[in-house]
């Protein structure tokens, strides 16, 4: 697993970043990018894509059996949304 900017991707976004993967032989993008899936016509893409809830590490930390299931669960072209919980800034 790396991220996009050790890939050398930290350029590129969303269709870009996905074709650019595809094309280096990544299998799975997971993201925190919850609107990847309405901002881009997925359908042809073989990349299967796990979705996290939250991008922080100190959630996301919580959760990693359930991330790395749902990597391994991942097939091509595949979706799957892994509820991690959100962010929250403390009471005022």
Request: charged fraction near 25%.
């Given at each position: 697993m790396v991220t996009a900017s050790y890939a050398g991707y930290s350029s590129l976004k969303n269709g870009r970043l996905i074709e650019a993967a595809e094309r280096d032989?990544?299998?799975v993008l997971?993201?925190?990018d919850r609107g990847i899936e309405y901002q881009l016509n997925l359908s042809?893409?073989?990349?299967?894509?796990?979705t996290l809830s939250a991008q922080e590490w100190p959630i996301i930390k919580e959760h990693l059996q359930a991330i790395a299931d749902a990597v391994d669960r991942a097939v091509s072209g595949s979706y799957e949304y892994v509820e991690c919980g959100k962010f929250r800034r403390g009471e005022r």
């Amino acid at each position: 697993m790396v991220t996009a900017s050790y890939a050398g991707y930290s350029s590129l976004k969303n269709g870009r970043l996905i074709e650019a993967a595809e094309r280096d032989g990544f299998e799975v993008l997971v993201t925190g990018d919850r609107g990847i899936e309405y901002q881009l016509n997925l359908s042809r893409q073989t990349l299967a894509r796990v979705t996290l809830s939250a991008q922080e590490w100190p959630i996301i930390k919580e959760h990693l059996q359930a991330i790395a299931d749902a990597v391994d669960r991942a097939v091509s072209g595949s979706y799957e949304y892994v509820e991690c919980g959100k962010f929250r800034r403390g009471e005022r």
